[in-house]
Nanobody, 121 residues
Framework: QVQLVESGGGLVQAGGSLRLSCAAS????????MGWYRQAPGKQRELVATITSGGSTNYADTVKGRFTISRDNGKNTVTLQMSSLKPEDTAVYYC???????????????WGQGTQVTVSS
């Protein structure tokens, strides 16, 4: 019914930049919150950044000032611009969206398949 497709991961040296994108498609009426989470090996999945349909943002303390989240409500896309990357940013990054559907009642939460980000020292 709904797909979240991520792109933009890869390998980058410390201090470099990467841009992640995520596009949501399917039976979507409206998306309330879109965000990015990450999971490093042996660790729990953690919040990176979220953005509401109104543009309010929330960042993990570890990425504040380095990462910027943005979205295009008309295209159901969310982007994470990552700068000044550190080796500790290495993880699988997952796109997340909370939404109302056009064929179901209530809110549902969906995840993308994940994209690997590796930062070398």
């Amino acid at each position: 019914q709904v797909q979240l497709v991520e792109s933009g991961g890869g390998l980058v040296q410390a201090g470099g930049s990467l841009r992640l994108s995520c596009a949501a498609s399917g039976s979507i009426a409206s998306i309330t919150v879109m965000g990015w989470y990450r999971q490093a090996p042996g660790k729990q999945r953690e919040l990176v950044a979220t953005i509401t349909s109104g543009g309010s943002t929330n960042y993990a303390d570890t990425v504040k000032g380095r990462f910027t989240i943005s979205r295009d409500n008309g295209k159901n896309t969310v982007t994470l611009q990552m700068s000044s990357l550190k080796p500790e940013d290495t993880a699988v990054y997952y796109c997340n969206a909370e939404m109302y559907g056009s064929i179901w009642l209530g809110r549902r939460n969906y995840w993308g398949q994940g994209t690997q980000v590796t930062v070398s020292s």
